[in-house]
């Protein structure tokens, strides 16, 4: 083998060296750029709607949701624009609405914040009942809302306020906690 060959040989092994070593780095680059990028599992939802019933399966609420996100499956579902409508046969109709809430995954339970109005319909347009208050505990599966917040009601003419308060949706009946302060107009 000639010197000139020899140096030609050693040329294109000394290029073929590089190629494989800046070819390497570069794919290791792309793995290790690719193992920190985060994706964000989860889900988002417009106009979501969730139906409850009791043990019989007979229907008792639904949440509507203008928007509704979940990080991943541990994580509870947020959501924007709430509205709640508690329904039973022979019962009062409780409808809620609240400007964002979050659903607990395991206990079911909606955690509702923001500007919350309850509304509790009757046929007799004085036995009607709103309540206001700034956060307010849905639990569906005790049939049952609350919160420690002032909450301020009005039926009919009356106005009272109170500070945190508990009502069982099946039996209508509503638990005041303190601070009460009212106006009864007959």
């Known amino acids: ?23 390497t780095s570069e794919s290791e680059r792309t793995a290790s750029s690719g193992i920190t990028t985060n994706v964000e599992s989860g889900y988002y939802v417009l106009d979501a709607v969730i139906f409850g019933s009791n043990e019989l399966g007979e229907p008792r609420y639904e949440i509507h949701a203008k928007e ?18 508690y329904t039973a046969i022979q019962e009062p109709t409780w409808q809620i609405t609240a400007a964002r809430a979050e659903l607990d995954p395991t206990s079911r339970d909606l955690a509702m914040s923001g500007d919350v109005v309850a509304r509790r319909a009757d ?64």
């Open 1 to 23: 083998m000639t010197p000139r060959s020899f140096a030609l040989l050693a040329l294109l092994i000394a290029a073929a060296v590089v190629t494989w070593i800046a070819a």
């Open 68 to 85: 509704a996100r979940q990080r991943d499956s541990a994580a509870p579902i947020e959501m924007l624009g709430i509205e709640v409508r």
């Open 123 to 186: 046929d007799a347009l004085a036995k009607t009942m709103d309540l206001r208050t700034d956060t307010l505990l849905f639990k569906p599966n005790i049939e049952q809302i609350e919160t420690e917040a002032t909450v301020s009601f009005r039926v009919g003419a009356s106005t009272l306020t109170a500070l945190g308060m508990r009502a069982s949706l099946p039996k209508d009946t509503i638990r005041l906690n303190s601070n009460v302060r009212g106006q009864y107009v007959p």
